[in-house]
T-cell receptor, first 113, second 114 residues
Framework: AQSVTQPDIHITVSEGASLELRCNYS??????LFWYVQSPGQGLQLLLK??????LVQGIKGFEAEFKRSQSSFNLRKPSVHWSDAAEYFC???????????FGPGTSLSVIP | NAGVMQNPRHLVRRRGQEARLRCSPM?????VYWYRQLPEEGLKFMVY????????ESGMPKERFSAEFPKEGPSILRIQQVVRGDSAAYFC????????????FGEGSRLTVL
């Protein structure tokens, strides 16, 4: 069965600092991988996705993620964090583009001015 | 350009009552997914539906919960005889025929059981 772990429950960074959120997945084949962001009281918005091809994917809001098959990881990065990036971030995995998407527990990001 | 619409946004029920949560997918989308989010937890998959069909209900509790997505009208998640443990945010997401893999989420329905 697919599963997703996000080792960091909560991360605090200073505005302007770089950010890396960790994600590890468990799945037998090459999965469909996603990062979603959720602001308080809101639904989720897709930041980026990986299906195949280039293992470094670019997303919205200046985020990028790198798929590393050997480490079963799909870490999210941003070179310079803005205060508006404070939110909950979810890594997710699916078997196909229409299959159910399994979400990790989330990482809560706080940004210090 | 309406997104995924969920209603009600907030619902309060007493134990033993029924809760009905509605989800209208984005225009042209025929795939609907329901997720439940408990406080301080991630989203747990409940059910995946296409028009008039349940595709995957592996995350749905066997009792008291049901879902439908009729040919006309919104998808409905129904919880009978609610208990306090059903208090959560219920999110609906939809996907279209473009096969991009992206789920478009509604803002959720927050159920409180007294």
């Amino acid at each position: 069965a697919q599963s997703v772990t996000q080792p960091d429950i909560h991360i605090t960074v200073s505005e302007g600092a770089s950010l890396e959120l960790r994600c590890n997945y468990s799945y037998g084949a090459t999965p469909y991988l996603f990062w979603y962001v959720q602001s308080p009281g809101q639904g989720l918005q897709l930041l980026l996705k990986y299906f195949s091809g280039d293992t470094l994917v670019q997303g919205i809001k200046g985020f990028e993620a790198e798929f590393k098959r050997s480490q079963s990881s799909f870490n999210l990065r941003k070179p310079s964090v803005h205060w508006s990036d404070a939110a909950e971030y979810f890594c997710a995995v699916g078997k196909t583009s229409y299959d159910k998407v399994i979400f990790g527990p989330g990482t809560s990001l706080s940004v210090i001015p | 350009n309406a997104g995924v619409m969920q209603n009600p946004r907030h619902l309060v029920r007493r134990r033993g009552q029924e809760a009905r949560l509605r989800c209208s997918p984005m225009k042209g989308h025929s795939h609907v997914y329901w997720y439940r989010q408990l406080p301080e937890e991630g989203l747990k998959f409940m059910v995946y539906l296409q028009k008039e069909n349940i595709i995957d209900e592996s995350g749905m509790p066997k009792e008291r919960f049901s879902a439908e997505f009729p040919k006309e009208g919104p998808s409905i998640l129904r919880i009978q005889q609610v208990v306090r443990g059903d208090s959560a945010a219920y999110f609906c997401a939809s996907a279209g025929q473009a096969n991009t893999g992206e789920l478009f989420f509604g803002e959720g329905s927050r159920l409180t059981v007294l």
